[in-house]
């Protein structure tokens, strides 16, 4: 059992995947509702890297601006400060789930696609069923959710050879296997991440229990499109991991978010066009 | 490897051709790789099919390359294309897999094996053999042919091996 070396790294800040201290205080300010788009621009653009992206991806097919944006505060006034923020995440979540997680079978490309990806097809998914959900919390929730894979994957080569045994008939989720050998599954290791880098509750719940959506507190509906974003990007095979095709979707997110087997087949079909959408996002 | 190999990937409801040195390599859930192989021509090809048919009927002409029933004589083409007609060049086959046994998606259930369905019948038919499959569980698998010789570097669960059988 590696647990007690796994709770070393979560207590080690130096260890830790980290997000930048402008990221931090784009999105704390971002949490309260006076806030002032001159004051949000310059912190923003303490950063040139982030700035950099902003500009780039403000004029990108994707956002579909109305006219060229060449600052920040360009960008604020003619995105609004939803979508800012959303590309300020984006570019922070690239620079940490962009790595080969060999382990895990996963490699960097194949992480942000997927993570891109679940992210998506989550924000299209409270789009279709017209769910009361915001489809940028819906889309951030989705980015995340792997984000804890990073940290268990340093801890698999001593176990390696016992995992692959134990794969061999295992039945269970991967998260089981997970749970067994490292004490934590990716899920609570995400979330330890997400409270660490100061997110919103709701954030943390919904990658706290993507997999097992029945289990969520605060944010059932949210965490039942996360799991059935993240399933059928599974079953595509994008970003598939050592876990494979091991979680069914849970009845209880179709019963939550009113997704019908039809919808199930349109969104899986058309996977490959989401993943076209998004060729400006892929390549930050 | 050689120095000189390109490593082309082959994306989702995609098809690609390479020859000697190229690598084509793809990743497959649910979905199936379906790899032709001459060995005297060292010419290969990688179709990667999301599902045995359109539901919609309308998405197919879009895009063949999604679905096996348009997906597969498009393959055949291309290896014509390459100079590769149907006898000298076999088949074989990767991914469809599924576990979601007893739950309330009949779809996601059936994928798998209604993709590995209709590429057997495909190559029955068109007197194709079908020489190596590694198809069905609940393993994900990355796939890469290498056109020099026409093995397959297959890597699932942890595990990855050589599969040099060609003909």
Redesign the interface.
Not at chain 1, 5 to 31: F, G, H, M
Not at chain 2, 48 to 71: C, N, Q, R, V
């Given at each position: 059992m590696l647990k007690s070396k796994v709770d070393e790294v979560l207590q080690d800040v130096n260890k830790l995947p980290a997000i930048s201290s402008v990221v931090s205080k784009v999105l704390e300010k971002l949490q309260k509702p006076d806030v002032n788009i001159a004051d949000l621009a310059q912190e923003i653009s303490k950063d040139p890297a982030i700035t950099a992206n902003v500009i780039k991806l403000s004029n990108s097919a994707y956002y579909r601006a109305s006219k060229p944006i060449r600052t920040v505060q360009e960008a604020l006034m003619t995105l609004g400060i939803k979508t800012v923020k959303e590309i300020v995440l984006l570019t922070a979540a690239k620079g940490i789930l962009s790595q080969d997680l060999n382990s895990y079978q996963l490699e960097a490309a194949q992480l942000w696609t997927s993570s891109l990806l679940v992210a998506e097809l989550s924000s299209k998914i409270v789009q279709h069923k017209k769910l009361k959900i915001d489809k940028d919390l819906a889309f951030t929730s989705g980015l995340l959710c792997s984000v804890g894979k990073i940290v268990l994957a340093q801890f698999f080569s001593p176990v390696m050879m016992q995992i692959k045994t134990d794969l061999k008939d295992n039945q269970e989720p991967f998260s089981v296997l997970e749970k067994k050998y490292f004490g934590y599954t990716h899920m609570e290791v995400s979330e330890n991440l997400l409270k660490r880098w100061n997110f919103p509750q709701e954030l943390t719940d919904v990658v706290a229990n993507y997999l097992t959506p029945e289990n969520s507190k605060s944010n059932p509906l949210l965490t039942s499109v996360v799991h059935i974003a993240s399933i059928l990007i599974v079953v595509s095979g994008i970003g598939i991991d050592i876990g494979g095709e091991s979680v069914p979707i849970s009845p209880f997110a179709l019963n939550q978010t009113g997704v019908t087997e039809a919808d199930i087949e349109t969104y899986f079909v058309h996977i490959p066009d989401l993943q076209a959408g998004l060729a400006d996002l892929l390549n930050v | 490897m050689s120095i000189k190999s390109k490593i082309i990937n082959v994306?989702?409801?995609d098809i690609k051709v390479g020859k000697d040195t190229d690598v084509l390599r793809t990743?497959?859930?649910?979905?199936i790789g379906i790899v032709l192989y001459d060995p005297e021509q060292k010419v290969g090809a990688i179709s990667h099919i999301?599902?045995a048919k359109?539901?919609?009927g309308k998405?197919a002409s879009k895009?063949p390359h999604?679905y096996g029933e348009t997906a597969l004589p498009i393959l055949i083409e291309m290896m014509k294309q390459q100079g590769s007609n149907i006898g000298q060049y076999s088949c074989r086959m990767f991914?469809g897999?599924?576990?979601?046994?007893?739950?309330?998606?009949?779809?996601?259930q059936n994928?798998g094996e209604q993709n590995i369905a209709i590429v057997k019948k495909f190559m029955e038919e068109k007197k194709i053999p079908v020489i190596v499959e590694d198809v069905a569980?609940?393993?994900?698998r990355?796939i890469s042919l290498y056109c020099d010789d026409g093995r397959v570097l297959l890597?699932?669960?942890?595990?990855e091996k050589y599969l040099y059988k060609v003909r």
């Amino acid at each position: 059992m590696l647990k007690s070396k796994v709770d070393e790294v979560l207590q080690d800040v130096n260890k830790l995947p980290a997000i930048s201290s402008v990221v931090s205080k784009v999105l704390e300010k971002l949490q309260k509702p006076d806030v002032n788009i001159a004051d949000l621009a310059q912190e923003i653009s303490k950063d040139p890297a982030i700035t950099a992206n902003v500009i780039k991806l403000s004029n990108s097919a994707y956002y579909r601006a109305s006219k060229p944006i060449r600052t920040v505060q360009e960008a604020l006034m003619t995105l609004g400060i939803k979508t800012v923020k959303e590309i300020v995440l984006l570019t922070a979540a690239k620079g940490i789930l962009s790595q080969d997680l060999n382990s895990y079978q996963l490699e960097a490309a194949q992480l942000w696609t997927s993570s891109l990806l679940v992210a998506e097809l989550s924000s299209k998914i409270v789009q279709h069923k017209k769910l009361k959900i915001d489809k940028d919390l819906a889309f951030t929730s989705g980015l995340l959710c792997s984000v804890g894979k990073i940290v268990l994957a340093q801890f698999f080569s001593p176990v390696m050879m016992q995992i692959k045994t134990d794969l061999k008939d295992n039945q269970e989720p991967f998260s089981v296997l997970e749970k067994k050998y490292f004490g934590y599954t990716h899920m609570e290791v995400s979330e330890n991440l997400l409270k660490r880098w100061n997110f919103p509750q709701e954030l943390t719940d919904v990658v706290a229990n993507y997999l097992t959506p029945e289990n969520s507190k605060s944010n059932p509906l949210l965490t039942s499109v996360v799991h059935i974003a993240s399933i059928l990007i599974v079953v595509s095979g994008i970003g598939i991991d050592i876990g494979g095709e091991s979680v069914p979707i849970s009845p209880f997110a179709l019963n939550q978010t009113g997704v019908t087997e039809a919808d199930i087949e349109t969104y899986f079909v058309h996977i490959p066009d989401l993943q076209a959408g998004l060729a400006d996002l892929l390549n930050v | 490897m050689s120095i000189k190999s390109k490593i082309i990937n082959v994306g989702i409801a995609d098809i690609k051709v390479g020859k000697d040195t190229d690598v084509l390599r793809t990743t497959l859930g649910s979905c199936i790789g379906i790899v032709l192989y001459d060995p005297e021509q060292k010419v290969g090809a990688i179709s990667h099919i999301m599902l045995a048919k359109d539901p919609t009927g309308k998405d197919a002409s879009k895009f063949p390359h999604k679905y096996g029933e348009t997906a597969l004589p498009i393959l055949i083409e291309m290896m014509k294309q390459q100079g590769s007609n149907i006898g000298q060049y076999s088949c074989r086959m990767f991914g469809g897999a599924s576990m979601f046994k007893g739950i309330n998606s009949q779809f996601l259930q059936n994928i798998g094996e209604q993709n590995i369905a209709i590429v057997k019948k495909f190559m029955e038919e068109k007197k194709i053999p079908v020489i190596v499959e590694d198809v069905a569980g609940n393993e994900g698998r990355t796939i890469s042919l290498y056109c020099d010789d026409g093995r397959v570097l297959l890597k699932k669960a942890g595990m990855e091996k050589y599969l040099y059988k060609v003909r």
